[in-house]
């Protein structure tokens, strides 16, 4: 029964105490950014992003590492020695490795599995794509990343969406592309061209699981979260305005794809009439004037967030496994303490 | 920093009143980074008359709505602007922005309420694209 505590009742501490405890914070940080005033709503994507992900990876991360170290070097295991005597083999850490990595995978696997591209359709109807993608590429050349990378779908109601987490490929309804023109196609590719270059199906996904394996601290997000995805969509608009594409056929395309007959909720972003409502009025602001970039401070923050990560990989190593132990040992205790 | 849009105005007088954004202006053409109120003064009076204490109590108005850093130097203060004339023209853009859609309010609203848009509001919001085009048609 004690053996069991630290794996069972230690992952389930991280997840539902500390996990939250972090996302608290992250809540703190992210009301401050928030908050700021250059750049408006779309104000430090990236660090809110890095800030809304890390609440839930870096604590997984650091007892995930800690654990590792502590099985690899047979190191401390103080409670083993304290609570088993010396001569017992001391394998909790272990469980409590497979214990967490187990529960984290299965919260997240539901947001893996839910990124799904739409089934491509019949060559015909690519090749029909195609032909008009062409002369769009043509007049468009900002476009030209997406050659090869557009694919024709007759899933019922998909309007246009990027799919593929690590080579993100463009989806077009025929449906929708029969509905609108040239201009807001090539306007409509501009914006879904920016979540290409990002990665963005994989920086959804991997927000999704975050927020899964951390459903207290998801409580505590889901505002920001929300926020966020909006400012993300407007943020890619706004770079697809810089890079070429018009404003007024982009806010017409984005319409027509909320229109109710379009259930794809990854159709050129959100329906919500206010999200709909701000990306539009400021494409009309586009359409006056030309958007520039502000506080994009996207390289520093992959920088900050990677020497986090790699401090989180390598600091239980060198500072010993306290927090580990405390935890071991506390799990213990409190078995002891209500079981006898 | 706390603004209110001033209608009919353009540029930094859309967030900025007539002497603090001649103060302003000043400030960023003669690149002040670190000014005493006498330094704008001097400046400000090649152009016209003007009393120290009006000056003063623009710039003391200016660093209370955030324009503008001050730190103690004995009986005075030095005073420096906390972002470049672009980055306040930017940031003004946006404020503007988002005073028409409600911006910010707006997204904070998306927490308390997601409403989907009704057919009628992405006609009301296709009419309101038809009608700019026809403006810059125009």
Same mark, same amino acid.
């Given at each position: 029964?004690?053996?069991?505590?630290?794996?069972?009742?230690?992952?389930?501490?991280?997840?539902?105490?500390?996990?939250?405890?972090?996302?608290?914070?992250?809540?703190?940080?992210?009301?401050?950014?928030?908050?700021?005033?250059?750049?408006?709503?779309?104000?430090?994507?990236?660090?809110?992003?890095?800030?809304?992900?890390?609440?839930?990876?870096?604590?997984?991360?650091?007892?995930?590492?800690?654990?590792?170290?502590?099985?690899?070097?047979?190191?401390?295991?103080?409670?083993?020695?304290?609570?088993?005597?010396?001569?017992?083999?001391?394998?909790?850490?272990?469980?409590?490795?497979?214990?967490?990595?187990?529960?984290?995978?299965?919260?997240?696997?539901?947001?893996?599995?839910?990124?799904?591209?739409?089934?491509?359709?019949?060559?015909?109807?690519?090749?029909?794509?195609?032909?008009?993608?062409?002369?769009?590429?043509?007049?468009?050349?900002?476009?030209?990343?997406? %050659?090869?990378? =557009? +694919?024709?779908?007759? $899933?019922?109601?998909?309007?246009?969406?990027?799919?593929?987490? &690590? @080579?993100? !490929?463009?989806?077009?309804?025929?449906?929708?592309?029969?509905?609108?023109?040239?201009?807001?196609?090539?306007?409509?590719?501009?914006?879904?061209?920016?979540?290409?270059?990002?990665?963005?199906?994989?920086?959804?996904?991997?927000?999704?699981?975050?927020?899964?394996?951390?459903?207290?601290?998801?409580?505590?997000?889901?505002?920001?979260?929300?926020?966020?995805?909006?400012?993300?969509?407007?943020?890619?608009?706004?770079?697809?305005?810089?890079?070429?594409?018009?404003?007024?056929?982009?806010?017409?395309?984005?319409?027509?794809?909320? %229109?109710?007959? =379009? +259930?794809?909720?990854? $159709?050129?972003?959100?329906?919500?009439?206010?999200?709909?409502? &701000? @990306?539009? !009025?400021?494409?009309?602001?586009?359409?006056?004037?030309?958007?520039?970039?502000?506080?994009?401070?996207?390289?520093?923050?992959?920088?900050?967030?990677?020497?986090?990560?790699?401090?989180?990989?390598?600091?239980?190593?060198?500072?010993?496994?306290?927090?580990?132990?405390?935890?071991?040992?506390?799990?213990?205790?409190?078995?002891?303490?209500?079981?006898? | 920093?706390?603004?209110?849009?001033?209608?009919?105005?353009?540029?930094?007088?859309?967030?900025?009143?007539?002497?603090?954004?001649?103060?302003?202006?000043?400030?960023?053409?003669?690149?002040?980074?670190?000014?005493?109120?006498?330094?704008?003064?001097?400046?400000?009076?090649?152009?016209?008359?003007?009393?120290?204490?009006?000056?003063?109590?623009?710039?003391?108005?200016?660093?209370?709505?955030?324009?503008?850093?001050?730190?103690?130097?004995?009986?005075?203060?030095?005073?420096?602007?906390?972002?470049?004339?672009?980055?306040?023209?930017?940031?003004?853009?946006?404020?503007?922005?988002?005073?028409?859609?409600?911006?910010?309010?707006?997204?904070?609203?998306?927490?308390?309420?997601?409403?989907?848009?009704?057919?009628?509001?992405?006609?009301?919001?296709?009419?309101?694209?038809?009608?700019?085009?026809?403006?810059?048609?125009?």
């Amino acid at each position: 029964m004690t053996e069991a505590a630290f794996p069972i009742l230690g992952a389930a501490f991280v997840l539902m105490c500390v996990l939250p405890l972090c996302s608290l914070l992250a809540k703190g940080v992210l009301w401050q950014l928030e908050q700021g005033e250059r750049g408006g709503a779309l104000h430090e994507l990236d660090l809110r992003y890095a800030v809304l992900t890390s609440a839930s990876v870096l604590p997984v991360v650091w007892f995930l590492s800690s654990g590792l170290h502590q099985v690899w070097s047979g190191g401390s295991a103080l409670a083993c020695l304290l609570d088993h005597g010396a001569s017992e083999e001391c394998v909790e850490t272990a469980f409590f490795l497979l214990a967490l990595i187990g529960l984290t995978a299965l919260l997240a696997w539901p947001a893996w599995r839910e990124h799904v591209a739409p089934p491509t359709a019949s060559p015909d109807v690519n090749r029909a794509l195609s032909d008009r993608l062409e002369s769009i590429f043509t007049s468009h050349p900002a476009l030209e990343d997406l %050659r090869g990378r =557009v +694919r024709a779908t007759c $899933a019922p109601d998909f309007a246009i969406g990027t799919h593929g987490l &690590f @080579r993100p !490929r463009v989806f077009v309804g025929t449906a929708f592309a029969a509905r609108i023109s040239d201009e807001m196609l090539a306007s409509a590719l501009g914006h879904e061209s920016e979540h290409v270059r990002s990665l963005d199906p994989l920086r959804y996904v991997v927000l999704r699981a975050t927020q899964a394996v951390n459903p207290l601290g998801r409580l505590l997000l889901a505002p920001h979260v929300a926020r966020w995805h909006a400012a993300r969509e407007a943020h890619c608009d706004r770079e697809a305005v810089i890079r070429g594409s018009s404003p007024l056929p982009l806010a017409e395309a984005i319409l027509q794809a909320a %229109r109710p007959s =379009v +259930r794809e909720q990854v $159709a050129l972003g959100a329906r919500d009439a206010v999200v709909l409502t &701000f @990306r539009v !009025r400021m494409l009309m602001a586009f359409s006056e004037r030309q958007p520039s970039r502000c506080c994009d401070t996207g390289p520093a923050v992959g920088q900050g967030v990677l020497l986090i990560l790699v401090l989180a990989i390598v600091l239980p190593g060198q500072i010993g496994s306290t927090v580990l132990d405390t935890l071991h040992a506390g799990s213990e205790h409190a078995v002891h303490y209500f079981v006898r | 920093m706390s603004f209110r849009i001033r209608p009919g105005k353009r540029g930094i007088e859309l967030r900025l009143h007539d002497l603090e954004a001649v103060i302003m202006e000043v400030v960023w053409s003669k690149r002040l980074t670190s000014f005493a109120v006498s330094e704008v003064l001097a400046e400000l009076e090649k152009r016209r008359e003007i009393a120290y204490t009006t000056v003063m109590t623009t710039v003391a108005r200016l660093h209370d709505k955030g324009v503008l850093d001050r730190v103690r130097d004995g009986r005075r203060y030095l005073y420096s602007p906390k972002l470049t004339r672009e980055q306040f023209l930017e940031s003004t853009a946006w404020t503007v922005l988002d005073e028409a859609v409600g911006g910010q309010t707006a997204m904070a609203m998306l927490v308390d309420k997601v409403s989907e848009a009704s057919a009628g509001e992405l006609d009301a919001l296709e009419q309101l694209i038809r009608q700019r085009r026809e403006e810059l048609g125009s």
